[in-house]
């Protein structure tokens, strides 16, 4: 079962169907009625070229995001702390 909210998936080993009425998402809160069957997406054509050149390009992204997240910490850090001694300079 899958949570409809934030897409938790249930997999202990007491059958969801035996839970009490009671039971809710552990991430968000959701209650049991919210939660529906698990169906993975798999594309029929999962392994063709072009499928997996979308992966690749995907990936590729996912990486430079990666990258660039540390720079946009370190600018929100500098970025606070300049508000920082602003504040504290003018009050």
Same mark, same amino acid.
């Given at each position: 079962?899958?949570?409809?909210?934030?897409?938790?998936?249930?997999? +202990?080993?007491?059958?969801?169907? #035996?839970?009490?009425? $009671?039971?809710?998402?552990?991430?968000?809160? /959701?209650?049991?009625?919210?939660?529906?069957?698990?169906?993975?997406?798999?594309?029929?054509?999962?392994?063709?070229? +072009?499928?997996?050149?979308?992966? #690749?390009?995907?990936? $590729?992204?996912?990486?430079?995001?990666?990258? /660039?997240?540390?720079?946009?910490?370190?600018?929100?850090?500098?970025?606070?702390?300049?508000?920082?001694?602003?504040?504290?300079?003018?009050?």
């Amino acid at each position: 079962m899958c949570c409809s909210f934030c897409r938790y998936i249930y997999s +202990d080993r007491t059958p969801f169907d #035996k839970l009490p009425d $009671k039971y809710f998402c552990p991430v968000c809160g /959701a209650p049991k009625r919210r939660f529906k069957p698990y169906e993975p997406k798999v594309a029929k054509n999962a392994n063709a070229t +072009d499928a997996r050149k979308a992966r #690749k390009e995907q990936l $590729k992204k996912d990486e430079a995001i990666g990258q /660039a997240l540390p720079i946009g910490i370190a600018v929100g850090i500098l970025a606070l702390a300049g508000l920082f001694f602003y504040l504290n300079s003018v009050y």
